[in-house]
């Protein structure tokens, strides 16, 4: 099975670094004979702090990205959070995300699953993969064209995620399409005072050792400039280092 590939910043921030990261996206594209579907968050209604950035809402962040589809030809993905949701998002991207901490929200994957479109699904950091078949099973029988299950860490104690590999083909036994999100896998939630931090030097080596262990996708939240990003910096890849960590997957 041919990998997919996912990027994009963590949240929409402005048309200009939308713009910055998808022109990359299809310049990578065109080169690698990838199709590396773009991603970004209209909001982000998990941050740790109530002043933390959350985006520029459903309404100007669908059309932005619906901007980025026009401008760039790219596919979109991008995530949900609320049932009522689905299917306004459904009308701009091709893929919808279920976050991790909402994997076990019935109706929200229900609803995800009846727009028709791909629904990606992040493991939670409290779920094994095994305990994936329950939300791939509500996707699927709801109507979902495709369901995608991915791997994102669990919890380990405070402030910190392990990656549990096993998960990878536990998940390829239930779905045909596991995905590793390599930079949410190296967060550190809550550990910055009120943010959180994380460790984007393991990121290319989480992505080698999820292709060892059979994974069919890989999801890379990346920024012009991470260290001044508004949501995710930490963990984030930096774009100029999208290219080389691809090339060592394909």
């Not at 979902?144 to 405070?158: D, I, K, M, P």
């Not at 400039?225 to 999208?242: R, W």
């Amino acid at each position: 099975m041919k990998p997919i590939f996912i990027a994009g910043p963590c949240v929409i921030e402005s048309a200009e670094v939308l713009d910055t990261v998808a022109e990359r996206i299809v310049d990578i594209n065109n080169r690698l004979g990838t199709e590396i579907i773009f991603k970004a968050s209209f909001d982000k209604a998990n941050r740790t702090s109530i002043s933390s950035y959350r985006g520029v809402g459903i309404e100007r962040g669908l059309q932005m990205l619906a901007d980025v589809k026009s401008k760039w030809g790219l596919k979109l993905i991008t995530d949900i959070h609320e049932a009522w949701q689905a299917d306004i998002a459904g009308q701009v991207v091709d893929v919808l995300q279920i976050p991790a901490f909402l994997c076990r929200q019935t109706d929200l994957l229900v609803a995800a699953a009846k727009t028709g479109k791909i629904v990606n699904i992040k493991k939670a950091q409290f779920l094994s993969g095994v305990d994936m078949k329950y939300p791939y099973q509500k996707a699927v029988e709801s109507g979902a064209s495709e369901v995608w299950l991915t791997e994102r860490g669990n919890s380990f104690g405070y402030n910190n995620l392990v990656v549990d590999f096993r998960n990878i083909p536990d998940m390829l036994a239930i779905a045909p399409r596991v995905i590793m999100d390599c930079t949410h896998s190296v967060q550190r939630p809550g550990a910055a005072g009120g943010k959180t931090g994380g460790n984007r030097e393991y990121v290319p080596a989480m992505a080698l050792a999820a292709k060892a262990f059979g994974a069919t996708g890989y999801f890379f939240e990346v920024h012009p400039d991470p260290d001044n990003a508004l949501s995710d910096g930490p963990n984030m890849l930096c774009l100029d280092n999208l290219e080389n960590v691809i090339k060592t997957l394909l």
